[in-house]
């Protein structure tokens, strides 16, 4: 039955309007107000979805009524029956979008029919709010989904840049904040620790680690493309990606057996270049693991554990079951670089990283990257870059 509330201050008025037939159309008259006051209050506990309203009653007029009651239901289908037939009325009240205005003295069968038109809006309005309520459903609980196929398709060049903003919105992504892309990839090799997995399956495991780690981060997107996890994320500091590029790591490592190769890139203000950003970082990645397994799990092992002071050829031999004569011919042969360089590369590398932020100390970086003292990072740091730490970092600082 749909909820008819009567609102017009002469008694006779509400007598006569509530003793209709509405039982026949479905309709139970729920309530009578003497006033505007009682009305509104009525209106907020009853929540009918047709209400008479007259246009004058005291203390709460009933275009001022019209007006609240339109704010607290807004679905509510208000029919003015007044015996005001003026125009500045009638307009008044079409601004009000009521469903229609009726004189008095009313013609019954006049109602009536308005008060069927009614209940064909109420009974469409319905079906709408139905639609809409299962739609909106249907996307939350396929979000994930629908989020993924999007942006691989925009990755991929499968939709128009035209659209990208459309979507973006339509999925409550605040684009506005992410300003960092960061690919991780699993490693084909395998090792005693290793947990076995399908693609779907890891693809799966990786991205729930990822939103673990990222929890924090509110705005932070995690799918999977291809072979790669993407990441996007806001940052505001380098030292926070290195921090969470470590935890990543390790958490990996620990929980599935596997080594990953991460690679990340700040992005510009144009959210719309993402897929160029996306395809340079992948080939990038690629490029970064075109070794044999040995050294590509070496590469692995001291990017997690340049930080160690004490990390040397042998406890990487040791931690791959191989002589530390052999993984050093083979360090040296793939990168041309011995043991010793490539981490000093890697440490220097990630100290670089960490002067982006202004408030970590030269001391506290050093430490940061696996050296013991100040001096020794100063003098391998001027072997890498040309320049001391501190005057690459007051060149930074005036741009150069």
Known sequence: ?????????????????????????????VGEAENGKVALQLAKELSPDIMFVDI???????????????????????????????????????????FDYVL?????????ETVKRAIVTLEQNLKNNQYINWAKYQVHKNKNTILQQFLSDWLNGRISSDKVYNQLNLLNIDYSKINLLFLVKPLEIENKDTVKLERDLLNFCLENILQEILAEYNQALIFHENDVVVVLLPMKQEDEILNIEKSIKMTISKYLGREVVTLYQKLNDDFLELPDYYKNLYKQLIANIEYTPIVQLAKCYIEKKYYDQDLSLIEVSKELNVSAAYLSRLIKKETGMSFKEYLTKIR?????????????????????VGYSTQHYFSSAFKKITGVSPTVYRHGKDEGI
């Open 104 to 112: 008095k003295p009313v013609n019954r069968k006049e109602l009536m």
């Open 56 to 98: 004058c009653m005291p203390f709460i007029g009933g275009l001022e009524l019209i007006t609240q009651i339109k704010e607290i239901l807004p679905n509510c289908i208000i029919i003015i029956i007044s015996g005001y037939d003026e125009f500045e009325y009638a307009k008044k009240a079409l601004t009000l979008k009521i």
């Open 348 to 368: 220097i590398s990630k100290a670089i990283d960490f002067m982006n932020n202004p408030t970590i100390k030269l001391y506290e970086i050093a430490e940061n």
């Open 1 to 29: 039955m749909y909820k008819l509330l009567i609102a017009d201050d002469e008694p006779k008025i509400r007598r006569g309007l509530s003793k209709l037939k509405w039982e026949e159309l479905g309709v139970e008259v």
